[in-house]
């Protein structure tokens, strides 16, 4: 079951925060208020302000009726900046659902265009301008963008428009993203600050029915159900008078997760089916999706693989969710092992190469996005560099100059005042040596200081190289090596089950048995080289996972954590991991410890090691002397942390290490 749910929330749970559109729960009462604007007379902003409401509301349902509102909206616009600036945002509405290039553009022209107001609408217009751009980049740029710009770009101007029923929406929209990466505390307290501020406001409530349902979410996936359940009543109540509210299919989809959740299948099915007929009613393609998920979550939940293979092979006929290759990728393989599960052997094995022939797409994808990444930064470097060579041209010529000048005026006083120059002259050259012996001594300082900064700037590449390349060959071992040999286990498997003859060859199941293992013993390399404890449960546990990873007859490894916070930033985490997994490595190998103890302590920017082991110790002064990779690695990781190593240690009385990093100055 956990599987399964983790395989939804990683597939369908961005889905509602990147595409639910804005619909009041009266929704005749809200079309009707806005034709009825457009037949008054009245001023021209107004009926505009109207037309761009129009042209969000239609964007889903009726594309034709969007476009005709943005060109009234605009006609009436063109003599008002703000208004104008306000149908560049509106045009992203307009491409919302099927151009994301062009909504892309229009909402970045829209942001910077209502910069030159200082209104509390505008600053509302522009939070939205600039969370809608971060979604329209979502593929290409990932979901930690999209946080970003919430975090630093929406929030803070919502904040400034003082609208209370604004600013609970980014709340709510970033308690989903939170949601969506497994992080349900900080999402329920993102989701209980929205609520708080909605309660209380008259105009919220369809901002106060998504974060009811968001909570819905939250709780299910965090297996608290009594709370689930509270939330998926307030939301009923919420639309229990508005039967024909078009956002009863997002209530029918969260009721559905609810109903899956308790085990409760039957009605699991009957919500989805409501929501499938609604939304192929209001023409909401990506929950219709989702409700098909929901049924063959269900269906698989109940071994019924011949339902939940259907399910899957609709969702590929119809297109709409594999458009993106990481959904695509994921569908085809929960379609090899549906087909696994009903023993079709050759139809898992075609679907399974069809997964990893988008998942190779896609990693060829990302690797092209990094390298133009680097040789864009490598161009900015460049430039930066001759920027401040220029600079320094500059300034001395101008003390050249400056110098020139002084002296022939110095020459022509002589002339008339001899013995005045002959002293001033004495002097001058004094003072010129002393500023010469000041720039030498500056300019060693300053070769020193760049010589650090470039020291430091090299052991970054190297270690951001290194992480770089640990984790494209984990993803190789584990994507490629690891899918093909699952491949050839399932060819073998199928093969067998259907020739009895040779299903009882001995030989032939130990072929198979080794496989098996071969496939974990490569999951495990890849594991260890790219951490995936780390990336899913923080520092803290990836450490407890570590050392019980070390751990086995005769070496006993003991772990101690104080107050380790899990908002540390992941490449400083990693470094750490980087440096403890070294430690331990070189007190198994060199010192041929049998115990080991390991206590790791925050308090504030500053992270404590200490690491102690009963081994063979050596002499302290001989370090500096030999030459080791592994002790240059855990250096240069120290320094990018900014960070001292202290050593004890003596021959036979094991060895005593404490290091302390700063974990903020590279975050």
């Not at 594991?527 to 751990?551: Q, S």
């Not at 080991?596 to 370090?623: R, W």
Request: aromatic residues 10%.
């Amino acid at each position: 079951m956990k599987k399964i749910i983790l395989f939804i929330i990683l597939l369908l749970g961005p889905s509602r925060v990147f595409s639910q559109q804005q619909v009041p729960l009266d929704e005749k009462h809200y079309l009707d208020s806005l034709q009825g604007v457009l037949q008054r007379r009245i001023a021209d902003t107004l009926k505009a302000d109207a037309n761009f409401r129009l042209v969000e509301y239609w964007k889903v349902k009726d594309t034709v009726k969007s476009k005709a509102h943005l060109e009234q909206g605009k006609k009436l616009a063109r003599k008002y900046p703000f208004y104008n600036a306000l149908s560049l945002f509106y045009e992203g509405h307009y491409y919302y659902n099927w151009n994301k290039e062009k909504a892309s553009v229009a909402f970045k022209k829209a942001e910077e265009a209502l910069a030159a107001f200082q209104t509390k609408k505008a600053y509302d217009r522009r939070a939205a301008a600039w969370y809608n751009y971060a979604l329209m980049n979502k593929d290409k740029k990932g979901y930690d963008f999209v946080t970003k710009i919430t975090l630093e770009k929406a929030i803070p101007n919502a904040q400034k428009a003082g609208n209370p029923v604004v600013l609970a929406h980014y709340y709510t929209q970033l308690s989903t993203i939170l949601m969506n990466n497994y992080q349900f505390a900080k999402a329920t307290e993102y989701n209980e600050k929205a609520i708080n501020l909605l309660e209380g406001e008259s105009s919220g409530k369809t901002n106060l029915l998504f974060a009811y349902l968001s909570g819905v979410g939250i709780y299910c996936y965090d297996n608290q159900l009594p709370k689930a359940k509270a939330f998926l009543q307030k939301a009923g109540m919420l639309l229990a008078n508005h039967s024909e509210s078009l956002n009863y299919t997002l209530y029918y989809q969260y009721e559905a997760l609810y109903y899956t959740y308790t085990k409760a299948y039957s009605k699991a099915l009957a919500s989805a089916a409501k929501g499938i007929v609604l939304a192929k009613k209001y023409n909401q393609t990506q929950l219709h999706q989702q409700f098909l998920f929901r049924q063959y979550e269900v269906y698989t939940q109940q071994k019924a693989y011949s339902k939940a293979r259907q399910i899957l092979l609709d969702i590929v006929e119809q297109g709409a969710l594999i458009a993106d290759r990481n959904n695509r990728a994921e569908i085809y393989g929960e379609l090899a092992k549906t087909n696994e599960q009903m023993h079709d052997y050759k139809e898992a094995y075609l679907w399974l190469k069809r997964s990893r022939e988008v998942t190779d797409s896609i990693n060829t994808d990302q690797t092209k996005v990094k390298i133009n990444e680097m040789e864009t930064k490598y161009r900015s470097a460049q430039n930066k560099q001759k920027i401040a060579t220029l600079q320094a041209q500059n300034k001395q010529e101008a003390l050249s100059t400056k110098n020139n000048r002084l002296y022939n005026l110095f020459l022509a006083l002589g002339c008339l005042f001899l013995l005045a120059v002959l002293g001033f002259v004495v002097l001058t050259a004094r003072n010129r040596r002393k500023l010469s012996e000041q720039r030498e001594i500056n300019y060693r300082q300053q070769l020193s200081d760049m010589e650090q900064k470039q020291q430091l700037k090299v052991a970054k590449a190297m270690l951001e190289g290194e992480e770089r390349e640990r984790e494209r060959i984990a993803r190789d071992l584990h994507d490629g090596l690891g899918g093909m040999l699952a491949g050839v286990r399932i060819g073998l498997s199928g093969w067998s089950s259907t020739n009895h003859e040779v299903s009882q060859d001995n030989e032939l199941n130990r072929v198979i048995y080794q496989l098996d293992t071969s496939v974990s013993e490569l999951r495990r390399i890849a594991r260890n080289m790219m951490p995936e404890t780390l990336l899913k449960f923080g520092l803290e546990v990836a450490l407890k996972d570590l050392c019980e990873f070390y751990m086995r007859d005769g070496l006993k490894i003991s772990f101690e954590s104080f107050k380790i916070e899990k908002n540390i930033p992941l490449n400083v985490q990693l470094n750490i991991f980087r440096i403890i997994q070294e430690l331990i490595s070189n007190a198994i190998k060199h010192a041929r410890a049998k115990s080991i103890l390991l206590q790791c302590s925050q308090n504030d920017d500053i992270f404590f090691i200490t690491f102690e082991d009963d081994g063979i110790g050596f002499d302290t002064n001989t370090v500096s002397e030999k030459k080791s990779m592994g002790l240059d690695n855990l250096k240069n990781r120290i320094a990018f942390l900014n960070g001292t190593l202290e050593v004890q240690s003596a021959p036979d009385q094991g060895t005593t290490i404490n290091i302390e990093l700063n974990i903020r100055a590279n975050g």
